[in-house]
């Protein structure tokens, strides 16, 4: 049926005179007396069978319920009593399943029926003519008019009813307007070695769905994501109205600095949504300077100062300080309540704020000649530093000599022996040791013995060096002389070696008689 046409259909009924109870047909909605009847109801099937009650119905266009679009029905008694009121029922049904737009039912009543009530009231009335008028009637709809009334004249009774309707066909096109919003979360500050979460949140707030939608974020020089990669990308879909996707990701960055990071989210269409966060980079910074002796003799300690600082743009937190001592080095003592064990020395120095320090110091002892070695390590969160140090532990020559006379005193023509002695009393060998004799005028040389060859000329004895002698270790040289005049005799003797800065004199006195 083309839209916009219209039909029209009449249907008549004739009526005859017989009492007939006025609750004949059951109500389907009552619809208002007001411009617009109700909304039709679902079809039902017919009422009833009553011999009693005359219906009739039209199909319209065709004549065929297959085919046709409007069924209107009549039902009434088949006859009344004169001044006796009785119903009847007008039953309009849209067959089809498509709404059907201006619907227009019109009654026309008989001039000798007089009307009692009419459900429901028609649209508008106009003397022996009632109007319904139905703005959309939806696909299987069904409404029932019922009108109560009576008449006082013999006659028959005919009602004609008239139907006009068009036909509408519409379809809906919402306009819609998606729209992306991007939100982005990453912390305002992070330490260099920290990863950096980052999370990025979708959203179509607009009021269509919108397809393709892809979140990518291009990270700032020196960061990477997890894979390693400079750019992370997000596949989100299709997003309806009021829908978010949320992506997250760990980050790092190389180095420090103020950075600003902007992802942006791009779908089907031609949107796109962008955001950025900016995050500061820090890095605490450790420097460990450390100051000691160079050179210490066997037994003497070995003090050093370690200063700890925090040369880095944030706060260094729960500082160490670790000194391992080796070599020849032993623990003496620590300041600032350092705990010594398994040749570790420990500090444990708390929070270092930016540009501040702290000092503590140490000392070891060398109980032989080597090198004592020092390596300090200083460590905080995100944040560490060495420095070492060592010190040369040297021994030192300490030469006694001595010398002494065996028979003092002794006769005009005796013999008399010095014995010679040279011990190293020190921590180190002391070499080229040279022992020179000198006779007095009194005496007369005879013989000479020693550890190394000797020369005698004269009143002086000459010993050849001695290459070396060890701590603890002794030489011993021995001159034998005779007596030759009474006095009171002094015999001499030197000794210089390569640790001696000045020769050692000693001599011993005989008395010749």
């Known amino acids: 049926m083309a839209s916009g046409s219209r039909f029209s259909v009449i249907v008549q009924s ?58 209107l029905e ?3 008694p088949v006859e009344v009593r004169r001044g006796q009121s009785f119903n009847y029922e007008i039953t309009l049904t849209n067959l089809t399943r498509g709404d059907l737009g201006e619907v227009t039912l019109t009654e026309l009543l008989p001039k000798s029926f007089k009307v009692e009530t009419i459900n429901p009231e028609p649209t508008r ?18 409404t029932v008019i019922r009108v109560l009334g009576s008449t006082d004249h013999p006659d028959e009774l005919t009602w004609c009813a008239t139907v006009t309707f068009g036909t509408k066909l519409c379809a809906t096109t919402k306009t819609v307007e998606p729209k992306l919003v991007l939100t982005k979360t990453a912390p305002a500050e992070v330490l260099v070695c920290d ?9 179509n707030s607009g009021t269509g769905t919108v397809q393709g939608v892809r979140v990518t974020d291009n990270l700032p020089r020196d960061w990477q994501g997890s894979d390693g990669k400079n750019t992370v990308a997000f596949e989100a879909g299709a997003l309806r109205p009021g829908e978010s996707r949320e992506f997250s990701f760990q980050a790092r960055s190389a180095s420090t600095g103020n950075f600003v990071n902007e ?7 031609g949107f796109t949504a962008k955001a950025s966060t900016e995050t500061v980079v820090r890095q605490p910074v450790l420097a460990v300077s450390k100051t000691g002796p160079e050179v210490r003799f066997i037994g003497r300690p070995a003090e050093y100062r370690l200063t700890v ?16 001592v080796s070599g020849v080095g032993e623990f003496l003592r620590a300041s600032d309540n350092g705990q010594y064990a398994n040749g570790k020395v420990t500090w444990a120095l708390g929070t270092l ?23 300090a390590v200083a460590t905080a969160y995100c944040a560490s530093a060495r420095a070492s140090a060592t010190t040369q532990v040297q021994g030192v020559a300490a030469i006694l000599l001595e010398v002494v006379d065996v028979a003092d005193p002794i006769e005009v023509g005796a013999a008399e022996t010095y014995i010679i002695t040279v011990v190293n009393q020190g921590t180190a060998e002391d070499r080229n040791i040279r022992i020179t ?5 009194e005496e007369e040389y005879i013989s000479a013995d020693g550890p190394t060859r000797f020369k005698a000329e004269g009143k002086t004895v000459t010993f050849d060096p001695l290459p070396s002698l060890a701590p603890k270790a002794k030489a011993v040289y021995r001159v034998v002389v005779k007596g030759t005049k009474v006095e009171d005799a002094r015999f001499k003797t030197q000794l210089t070696s390569d640790m001696l800065s000045t020769p050692v004199e000693e001599t011993e006195s005989t008395h010749i008689y």
């Open 74 to 76: 009549r039902t009434a």
């Open 125 to 142: 009335r106009e003397g022996d003519t009632a109007i319904w008028r139905y703005e959309g009637f939806p696909g299987g709809g069904r």
């Open 309 to 324: 600082s925090n040369t880095g743009d944030t706060a260094a937190r729960d500082t160490m300080l670790v000194d391992t």
């Open 263 to 269: 992802a942006t989210a791009s779908a089907l269409g």
């Open 353 to 375: 704020a930016p540009g501040a320090s702290k000092s503590v110091d140490v000392a070891f002892v060398g109980r032989k000649a080597g090198i004592i070695r020092d390596d």
């Open 14 to 71: 004739m009526i005859l005179a017989l009492a007939i109870s006025p609750d004949i047909a059951s109500a389907q909605g009552t619809p208002r007396s007001t411009r617009s009847p109700s909304t039709p109801q679902p079809a039902v099937p017919p009422a009833t069978d009553d011999p009693a009650i005359a219906r009739t119905e039209k199909l319209f266009p065709t004549g065929d319920r297959a085919t046709s679009v409007i069924l």
């Open 437 to 441: 004799c000198t006779l007095p005028p």
């Open 195 to 203: 990863t950096i979460p980052i999370k990025l949140v979708v959203t």
